[in-house]
């Protein structure tokens, strides 16, 4: 068959995905990297409209739609891809309505898949007091004490504790005010071991600070302390004190939340602590509070070690006697 055979039996014809491209390039502006995604999406599209027997836009329906987006799904396509692909088709859609070629957007309506929420890496509580015990004296290892006590006694985001100042540490009521996302502010409850973590610092941080600087964190050169800088000394200190885990600074966040949590019960508290606008976000560590339950029960509980029992066959149960 001829390449003009083959066109001439295209759903949606080269010239009008060649100005769909034109219109996504020159009227709304999408990156190259953007266009090149959209391109091969619609490009697929077209060739399974082919095999279809699809011959007109008009005569593409949601059934469709549908049915592409699950041929791509039990191909290997993951749910985020597909999310792109079905925007893809509603914008081509939406231009073809424009250009008078359809009436409908038969690509609207239809949802991929969700997305799996992957849960926040955490450190157990024998983990957080491994690192946390911090020997060293020198004014580094004072600094860097005080940055993983707040970030984990606080909950801090990395922007935060980074615009931190000495004048934002309370001088009486241990009541930390943090200034977050959007520009909102919180007050955070400062523990003791921060608390006397950060007093320590503070005797030293004039050997490291220039004249003049107000933060509270600074580096060796004594200007505020950067945000890759704080990932690579919570990074270092982690191997240093051997909890044998890659450390991030979001991760003493996660523990945070997770170990108030775990403790209190108390959601509401820990969006409120954490600086969440909408509490579905915090509802992530409900599900990371359930898994510890859950290893507890499965380690302890005797229902559940008989289960384990009465699953194993015969031959199982005689070779582990």
Same mark, same amino acid.
């Not at 424009?98 to 239809?110: D, F, K, L, Q």
């Given at each position: 068959?001829?390449?003009?055979?083959?066109?001439?039996?295209?759903?949606?014809?080269?010239?009008?995905?060649?100005?769909?491209?034109?219109?996504?390039?020159?009227?709304?502006?999408?990156?190259?990297?953007?266009?090149?995604?959209?391109?091969?999406?619609?490009?697929?599209?077209?060739?399974?409209?082919?095999?279809?027997?699809?011959?007109?836009?008009?005569?593409?329906?949601?059934?469709?739609?549908? %049915?592409?987006? &699950? *041929?791509?799904?039990?191909? $290997?396509?993951? #749910? =985020?891809?597909?999310?792109?692909? /079905?925007?893809?088709?509603?914008?081509?859609?939406?231009?073809?309505?424009?250009?008078?070629?359809?009436?409908?957007?038969?690509?609207?309506?239809?949802?991929?898949?969700?997305?799996?929420?992957?849960?926040?890496?955490?450190?157990?509580?024998?983990?957080?007091?491994?690192?946390?015990?911090?020997?060293?004296?020198?004014?580094?290892?004072?600094?860097?004490?005080?940055?993983?006590?707040?970030?984990?006694?606080?909950?801090?985001?990395?922007?935060?504790?980074?615009?931190?100042?000495?004048?934002?540490?309370?001088?009486?009521?241990?009541?930390?005010?943090?200034?977050?996302?959007?520009?909102?502010?919180?007050?955070?409850?400062?523990?003791?071991?921060?608390?006397? %973590?950060?007093? &320590? *610092?503070?005797?030293?941080? $004039?050997?490291? #600070? =220039?004249?003049?600087?107000?933060? /509270?964190?600074?580096?060796?050169?004594?200007?505020?302390?950067?945000?890759?800088?704080?990932?690579?000394?919570?990074?270092?200190?982690?191997?240093?004190?051997?909890?044998?885990?890659?450390?991030?600074?979001?991760?003493?966040?996660?523990?945070?939340?997770?170990?108030?949590?775990?403790?209190?019960?108390?959601?509401?508290?820990?969006?409120?602590?954490?600086?969440?606008?909408?509490?579905?976000?915090?509802?992530?560590?409900?599900?990371?509070?359930?898994?510890?339950?859950?290893?507890?029960?499965?380690?302890?509980?005797?229902?559940?070690?008989?289960?384990?029992?009465?699953?194993?066959?015969?031959?199982?149960?005689?070779?582990?006697?």
């Amino acid at each position: 068959m001829s390449e003009g055979d083959n066109n001439s039996r295209q759903a949606i014809a080269r010239e009008l995905v060649e100005r769909f491209h034109d219109y996504l390039a020159y009227e709304r502006r999408l990156s190259p990297r953007t266009l090149s995604a959209y391109q091969g999406d619609i490009e697929r599209f077209r060739e399974w409209l082919r095999q279809a027997d699809v011959s007109h836009p008009k005569e593409i329906t949601q059934h469709h739609v549908r %049915a592409y987006a &699950a *041929w791509r799904h039990r191909n $290997g396509t993951t #749910a =985020k891809s597909l999310q792109r692909v /079905l925007s893809s088709l509603r914008a081509l859609f939406r231009f073809l309505i424009r250009e008078g070629v359809t009436g409908i957007n038969p690509a609207e309506g239809v949802r991929a898949p969700k997305i799996a929420r992957r849960l926040p890496k955490s450190l157990d509580a024998d983990q957080v007091n491994q690192l946390l015990t911090i020997r060293e004296t020198d004014p580094l290892a004072l600094r860097d004490r005080a940055m993983l006590e707040l970030l984990y006694a606080c909950g801090l985001r990395l922007a935060e504790l980074v615009s931190l100042d000495v004048n934002d540490i309370p001088s009486e009521d241990n009541q930390l005010e943090v200034t977050g996302k959007g520009s909102k502010t919180r007050r955070i409850p400062l523990g003791r071991m921060a608390r006397d %973590a950060i007093d &320590a *610092w503070l005797k030293v941080r $004039g050997d490291m #600070a =220039k004249e003049g600087e107000t933060a /509270l964190f600074t580096g060796v050169r004594g200007s505020r302390i950067s945000p890759r800088m704080v990932e690579k000394c919570v990074a270092e200190r982690a191997v240093k004190q051997e909890t044998n885990r890659h450390l991030t600074p979001h991760m003493l966040r996660h523990s945070f939340a997770s170990h108030l949590l775990e403790s209190s019960g108390d959601l509401r508290a820990v969006q409120e602590l954490l600086g969440h606008a909408d509490i579905s976000t915090t509802q992530i560590y409900t599900h990371l509070d359930f898994q510890h339950l859950a290893q507890v029960y499965d380690k302890a509980h005797p229902r559940a070690r008989r289960n384990k029992e009465s699953d194993e066959t015969p031959a199982e149960k005689e070779n582990g006697k």
